[in-house]
């Protein structure tokens, strides 16, 4: 009888169930904390939306983790973006000589969410740009991407031009491999590097580094979509729209800005792990480690 209960026992914590009860308590306890604070703390849970989360600040450089589905600078005052909400937060660092208030030496998309760079001075400024244009910054990004790749590194050296069907908008641009549509293609060049393959809401994703050694608009959404493998919730390279996913899946991770007024390397958290995806991401093979993906991304 005994050792009966004990085969019994023992099949029990040797499947995947224990597993999922346990992942879905802990999606059941955050979202259970997230609502008692909601309740708890009222105006002030609401005003962590109204803040940017700084980084890194210095006398020349605020480094932010710029959020999500959010705009840098508009013309329309109305709107919120980077550039309202450090108004407000940092109105010691306007600069009243500007159009829209700071030195926005580099930019990121509306629904790119990571590390965006704003020196606070004319000189601090003019040195960024200049690291820009001569594409000694290091940027390196994380996505997840569509299907499971049959690749672990590869680099990505496809011309990027301006979609005549979007001229007047820049919402779209294209590749040379567009040729009827593509106008002024310059060449561009990505890094992919591997992470892990696994399954978001049950379908094949592959997450990866990205390192773009030239700055293109829409770059990496763009060469990722050309290799097959379009990234999470990037609607407008997506050949079908899923507007399941709650935000394009791409996120400037790490940042290297070698300067003669100070030299700026900067890092976030992993914003796509499978506890910070609650879960819905499940890791089933690991390519490469954060720890060594730098050094390898940089040597091919």
Same mark, same amino acid.
């Given at each position: ?17 224990v ?14 904390v ?7 703390e ?20 605020? &480094? ?5 589905? /959010? ?14 909400i ?12 500007l ?20 020196? /606070? ?50 919402k ?6 567009e ?10 060049i990505?890094? &992919? ?10 379908k094949p994703?592959?997450k990866?580094? /990205? ?8 770059q ?44 700026l ?21 690991? &390519?490469?480690s954060?720890?060594n ?8």
């Amino acid at each position: 009888m005994i050792d009966e209960i004990v085969d019994r026992i023992v099949q029990f914590f040797s499947t995947g169930l224990v597993e999922k009860i346990i992942k879905a308590f802990l999606v059941l306890c955050d979202r259970f904390v997230n609502f008692i604070l909601s309740l708890c703390e009222g105006n002030n849970y609401k005003k962590k939306d109204e803040t940017v989360d700084v980084l890194y600040t210095s006398g020349n450089f605020l &480094v932010i983790n710029k959020k999500h589905d /959010l705009l840098i600078n508009s013309n329309d005052t109305k709107k919120k973006t980077v550039q309202t909400i450090m108004r407000k937060q940092f109105p010691e660092y306007v600069q009243d000589n500007l159009t829209h208030d700071f030195y926005f030496a580099h930019r990121l998309d509306f629904a790119t969410s990571g590390i965006l760079c704003i020196p /606070l001075n004319k000189n601090a400024c003019k040195e960024v740009c200049q690291v820009f244009e001569e594409q000694r910054a290091r940027k390196y990004y994380l996505a997840l991407l569509r299907g499971h790749t049959d690749f672990d590194e590869e680099v990505i050296d496809i011309a990027i031009g301006e979609d005549v069907r979007f001229k007047d908008t820049s919402k779209k641009m294209c590749t040379i491999l567009e040729d009827e549509l593509c106008q002024n293609p310059r060449r561009s060049i990505t890094k &992919v590097l591997v992470l892990d393959r696994g399954y978001y809401n049950g379908k094949p994703v592959t997450k990866v580094l /990205l390192r773009p050694i030239t700055g293109r608009r829409h770059q990496l959404r763009l060469h990722c979509s050309q290799i097959g493998h379009v990234i999470v919730g990037d609607y407008t390279y997506s050949l079908k729209i899923d507007t399941s996913p709650p935000r394009m899946f791409l996120h400037a991770f790490r940042l290297v800005l070698p300067n003669t007024i100070e030299n700026l390397d900067i890092q976030t958290d992993d914003p796509f792990t499978e506890k910070a995806l609650k879960y819905k991401w499940k890791v089933v093979e690991q &390519v490469n480690s954060i720890a060594n993906a730098f050094d390898i991304i940089d040597s091919f």
